[in-house]
């Protein structure tokens, strides 16, 4: 079982960057990939980024990368997102998940644990 807690969200203006930890509990958070979805209101969602147990390799959805980045401190049992050159169109709720798995990791059912989700908001 693992416990997920997400914050670092906040209303910030276009431009500007923002940055999200996920803690997570429990001794196996080493043994997950762990991904970080987001949903927009009025709309399902969606994959964001991902990164493998050791952090070794990563994988971005084509609408935030190079301006995302995911990483991770295991001795911290912590994930982050990184959001830089923010826009409005990047408004939502976002999710850090955990997953057992090794591969499907860009959807949704690949992951068993959910964090319950911090509000970003980007003002033009």
């Known amino acids: 079982q693992v416990q997920l807690v997400a914050y670092g969200g906040g209303l910030v203006q276009a431009g500007d960057s923002l940055s999200l930890s996920c803690v997570a509990s429990g001794r196996t958070f080493s043994r997950h990939t762990m991904g970080w979805f987001r949903q927009a209101p009025g709309k399902e969602r969606e994959f964001v980024a991902t990164?493998?147990?050791?952090?070794?390799?990563?994988g971005y959805a084509d609408s935030v990368k190079g301006r995302f980045t995911i990483s991770r401190d295991n001795a911290e049992n912590t994930v982050y997102l990184q959001m830089n050159s923010l826009k409005p169109e990047d408004t939502a709720v976002y999710y850090c998940?955990?997953?057992?798995?090794?591969?499907?990791?860009?959807?949704?059912?690949?992951?068993?644990?959910w964090g319950q989700g911090t509000q970003v908001t980007v003002s033009s």
């Open positions: 990164i493998s147990r050791i952090g070794s390799s990563t």
């Open positions: 998940a955990a997953s057992p798995k090794y591969s499907g990791l860009y959807s949704e059912p690949a992951y068993d644990y």
